[in-house]
């Protein structure tokens, strides 16, 4: 007996047409489905209402999913699915269960047999790192660094040295509003011929990439980085 399917599908990564970032079937796919799992409610009928439903938006089912989510249920969510139908799983921004607690839901719907189906969209992970032009075999990605200045410190040190031996790539992202301070923290941090590159509010009309090394960077004209969304990427020189 097939089972039903749980839909990966991506979002936007901020105020830019669908037609920018979602292929014209994946958005087709997403407005006919009734029932989502979501991190918040409220920015997937935002993302619903952006891509037109076949029914009244009133009339989905939105299951709210955090960290503190228990696993039954997740389960119960799923269950229904073991005998046919259709979910959608949609994260706050960009890919659902990449660096986003919807991994636990795709990994439930292994665990239960049932059929899980990832979409083309955007991921501002690959987009930064296809952009920086750094190692793009060799990678990791940190999610947030430490907030206390000693602990970023000693975070950004060990990343840069483990980029150094392996010749890695080092992601990581920051509270939009902390971004000018982690700046300077890697610009006092890292050594002046380490690759910095900075992907600010991609796929919207204000992107901006570019990449430098360390000592380039303290003499270029600071980045307008305040309270927008931006991936950071570096890479040690061997």
Not at 28 to 46: H, M
Not at 101 to 106: D, F, L, Q, S, T
Not at 145 to 154: E, N, Q, T
């Amino acid at each position: 007996m097939s089972t039903g399917i749980l839909h990966l599908i991506p979002v936007g990564l901020g105020d830019a047409p669908p037609s920018v970032w979602l292929p014209h079937d994946v958005q087709q796919l997403a407005g006919s489905l009734d029932t989502y799992i979501a991190e918040n409610a409220k920015t997937a009928r935002a993302f619903l209402k952006q891509i037109g439903t076949r029914r009244p938006l009133q009339e989905i089912t939105i299951h709210t999913l955090s960290r503190d989510t228990d696993a039954r249920q997740i389960r119960q969510w799923l269950d229904p699915l073991r005998s046919g139908g259709e979910i959608g799983l949609v994260s706050e921004a960009g890919c659902p269960a990449v660096a986003d607690p919807g991994a636990r839901v795709a990994a439930a719907a292994h665990a239960l047999g049932i059929r899980v189906a990832p979409w083309v969209g955007p991921s501002s992970l690959l987009l930064g790192l296809m952009a920086s032009g750094l190692d793009g075999q060799r990678f990791t990605f940190h999610g947030y660094a430490p907030v206390r200045p000693d602990d970023r410190s000693r975070s950004l040190k060990a990343w840069e040295a483990a980029s150094r031996q392996h010749s890695q790539t080092q992601l990581f992202i920051e509270t939009p509003y902390r971004n000018e301070a982690m700046f300077q923290s890697l610009l006092q941090t890292l050594k002046g011929d380490t690759r910095l590159c900075l992907a600010r509010s991609l796929t919207t009309s204000d992107e901006w990439i570019r990449t430098l090394s360390i000592a380039e960077w303290k003499q270029a004209p600071a980045p307008d980085l305040a309270k927008k969304p931006t991936l950071f990427l570096f890479l040690a020189a061997r």
